[in-house]
């Protein structure tokens, strides 16, 4: 069973750092391309970073390049998306998902196999 479980997210204010973590268990994390995807509240769900299987290639949103750090460290099959500078725009609920695309860092929703449940993050003034 494939299990996808994010943590970290809580209230923080403007100009405040998070670390969000997603702990993967069932798959080869390894071989998996990893994403952080964010859903406001009527929004639509939305790439905010994603990173190879080997980490060495990396997307970000252009809304949080320079303020958002996302790494993984496939010995804990753990992905982190490290957050500085938080602006009550990234207020969202924040989800981690996995894509057996390896080769690719995918930036689209249909490109990911598998969802985490999500965390929230809101950012106050």
């Known amino acids: 069973q494939v299990q996808l479980v994010e943590s970290g997210g809580e209230l923080v204010q403007t100009g405040g750092s998070l670390r969000l973590s997603c702990v993967v268990s069932?798959?080869?994390?390894?071989?998996?391309?990893m994403g952080w995807f964010r859903q406001a509240p009527g929004k639509e769900r939305d790439i905010v970073a994603a990173?190879?299987?080997?980490?060495?290639?990396?997307y970000y949103l252009a809304s949080v390049k320079d303020r958002f750090t996302i790494s993984r460290d496939n010995a804990k099959n753990t992905v982190y998306l490290r957050m500085n500078s938080l602006k009550p725009e990234d207020t969202a609920v924040y989800y981690c998902?996995?894509?057996?695309?390896?080769?690719?860092?995918?930036?689209?929703?249909?490109?990911?196999?598998?969802w985490g449940q999500g965390t929230q993050v809101t950012v106050s003034l």
């Open positions: 998902a996995a894509s057996s695309a390896k080769w690719k860092v995918g930036r689209r929703q249909d490109e990911y196999d598998y």
């Open positions: 069932g798959l080869p994390f390894n071989s998996y391309t």
């Open positions: 990173i190879s299987w080997h980490g060495t290639t990396t």
